[in-house]
């Protein structure tokens, strides 16, 4: 059985050329080199050094045999230290910014568990749809959708399939009937939030834009899912937000022909020297979860 300190004893004398330069490195007896190296060999059963009384060179198989040594290496190290910062207890506070939908809905029993794991660490949520200031608000790390125009953001992908659908309960559909085209959204009551300080009314869909209207406004696009399942209407909304409520028959997708706009959501902080070992472990939890999720994908996305 090949003997991992053979193995890099062997990648150190290639790059040093000489046992006594790799004993010196690591503290040994250039004879418990030269050891190490006999053993790698009758084990591989290859002769890795031509040797002389002055020069030590690889051989062609010794050549041929040190991407796979070093590999082998690299790949190992990776191992110790992913599992090194994995096990590694995390501490102090996060704070991240979560949308209002989203952060109450979907992510907030991961991020609940994810506290659970790990008991040393505060974690601060806070639910808005109002896009917080990373450079001026208490925040570490933010959920956002959508294109990230500010280049000096670091944006890390979560769920890049995601898109806007259009959706109604049964309930409204039975009452107010089912639209069969854009066009035809005009006569129906369309529920409308605000997004980024305006009035969400005008919804990319199918390659146009369609104005909207509708009897219903908030500033909380969580009730506007709400209103939907309460068959007030029609909503334009995340699929990633309306998911479960159409899985669960509470909500139906509309206009499949004429698909909604891309709504890639991101993990985003303000630079790369805060990717701490929280940020990186909550950022590998919410794609792995985001992931199951796209499993579920209809047709229509």
């Not at 690889?58 to 190290?77: C, F, H, I, M, S």
């Not at 066009?183 to 939030?193: A, F, G, I, K, P």
């Not at 990633?240 to 899985?247: Q, W, Y």
């Amino acid at each position: 059985m090949i003997r991992i300190d053979d193995l890099a004893l062997f990648v150190r004398t290639a790059a040093l050329g000489s046992f006594s330069n790799a004993a010196r490195e690591v503290d040994l007896l250039p004879g418990q080199v030269a050891a190490a190296i006999k053993r790698l060999e009758r084990d591989v059963d290859i002769r890795l050094f031509i040797r002389s009384t002055r020069s030590l060179r690889l051989t062609a198989e010794g050549e041929q045999y040190l991407p796979t040594a070093q590999k082998v290496l690299d790949a190992l190290r990776e191992g110790r230290e992913k599992l090194r910062r994995e096990s590694a207890q995390l501490q102090g506070m996060l704070q991240v910014a979560l949308p209002s939908d989203l952060g109450r809905n979907v992510m907030l029993e991961w991020l609940t568990g994810f506290r659970r794991q790990h008991p040393a660490l505060n974690l601060r949520l806070f639910v808005s749809d109002q896009v917080a200031d990373m450079f001026r608000d208490p925040v570490d790390v933010a959920i956002r959708s959508g294109v990230i125009e500010e280049a000096n953001y670091i944006a890390l992908p979560l769920a890049p399939w995601n898109r806007r659908v259009l959706v109604a309960s049964p309930e409204y559909l039975s009452r107010k009937g089912r639209p069969l085209d854009t066009e035809d959204l005009m006569r129906h009551d369309c529920l409308l939030y605000i997004l980024n300080g305006r009035v969400y009314d005008k919804w990319p869909l199918g390659g146009r834009i369609v104005t909207v209207s509708g009897p219903l406004l908030t500033d909380d696009a969580d009730l506007v899912r709400r209103w939907a399942v309460a068959g007030e209407g029609i909503a334009y909304k995340s699929w990633v937000d309306v998911r479960a409520d159409v899985l669960a028959g509470h909500l139906e997708l509309l206009l499949p022909d004429y698909p909604g706009e891309p709504a890639p959501l991101k993990l985003v902080y303000p630079h790369r020297k805060q990717f701490s070992p929280a940020v990186q472990q909550l950022h590998s939890l919410l794609k792995s979860r985001f992931v199951e999720m796209e499993k579920g994908l209809p047709q229509l996305l």
